[in-house]
């Protein structure tokens, strides 16, 4: 079973810059559509950005275009988050979710099966 874990969240000042990590374990992400999600505390979860399985096409929520972007790596056993210009309000729990529905490009948390446990971004002075 496809299991993922995120990595690389912590503590960073505002403007600063966070990578995350979403590796699969035991299986590669070849066949699967993958997505960021985040959720601050009280708030829904929500879409931050998604790329499809070939890693062709990707789709950000408008607050994170021109900073955040989503890449796979040439092995497909890791998916990418770059975060750069943090904001306050980038503050949340930061999930890796993955996808067989082919409906990636609506980056919708609802669309996607297999999640990750979370990594913590906080984003303050």
């Known amino acids: 079973q496809l299991q993922l874990v995120e990595s690389g969240g912590g503590l960073v000042q505002p403007g600063g810059s966070l990578r995350l990590a979403c590796a699969a374990s035991e299986f590669i992400l070849d066949n699967y559509d993958i997505g960021w999600f985040r959720q601050a505390p009280g708030k829904e979860r929500e879409g931050v950005a998604c790329?499809?399985?070939?890693?062709?096409?990707?789709n950000y929520r408008i607050s994170a275009k021109g900073r955040f972007t989503i890449s796979r790596d040439s092995a497909k056993v890791t998916v990418y988050l770059q975060m750069n210009s943090l904001k306050p309000e980038d503050t949340a729990v930061y999930f890796c979710?993955?996808?067989?529905?082919?409906?990636?490009?609506?980056?919708?948390?609802?669309?996607?099966?297999?999640w990750g446990q979370g990594t913590l971004v906080t984003v303050s002075s």
């Open positions: 790329i499809n399985s070939s890693g062709r096409s990707t």
């Open positions: 979710a993955a996808s067989q529905r082919d409906k990636w490009y609506l980056c919708n948390y609802r669309d996607f099966e297999v």
